[in-house]
């Protein structure tokens, strides 16, 4: 079993920074890939960024391309997510997961992540 634990959110104005980060804890065979994603008030969840197990390879949403970086410290078993230039569309509660593998097959949008943390609150005032 793998928990996760996100932390780092909380209340930024338009334009600012957040560093999302994800603890991952308990045992595991392999460094799997891993994922953010985030939903906001009534709307549905949706895919921001994911890496590699190695951290080789990422993938991000279109629109967090050139704002949002995802990274990942296996030695700490942490990932995170950099957030600049923060919209108030960026409100949303977002979720680290941890995937099957060490790399998705073709889109990590699609794939199965296992493992889900709890989710950790990011508002972005105007």
């Known amino acids: 079993q793998v928990q996760l634990v996100e932390s780092g959110g909380g209340l930024v104005q338009a334009g600012g920074s957040l560093r999302l980060s994800c603890a991952a804890s308990g045992r595991t065979f392999s460094s799997p890939f891993m994922g953010w994603f985030r939903q906001a008030p009534g709307k549905e969840r949706e895919f921001v960024a994911a890496i590699s197990g190695s951290g080789a390879r990422t993938y991000y949403a279109d629109f967090g391309k050139g704002r949002f970086t995802i990274s990942r410290d296996n030695a700490k078993s942490s990932v995170y997510l950099q957030m600049n230039s923060l919209k108030p569309e960026d409100t949303a509660v977002y979720y680290c997961?941890?995937?099957?593998?060490?790399?998705?097959?073709?889109?990590?949008?699609?794939?199965?992540?296992?493992?889900w943390g709890q989710g950790t609150q990011v508002t972005v005032s105007s």
């Open positions: 997961a941890a995937g099957s593998s060490s790399l998705w097959g073709t889109n990590p949008r699609d794939t199965k992540y296992n493992y």
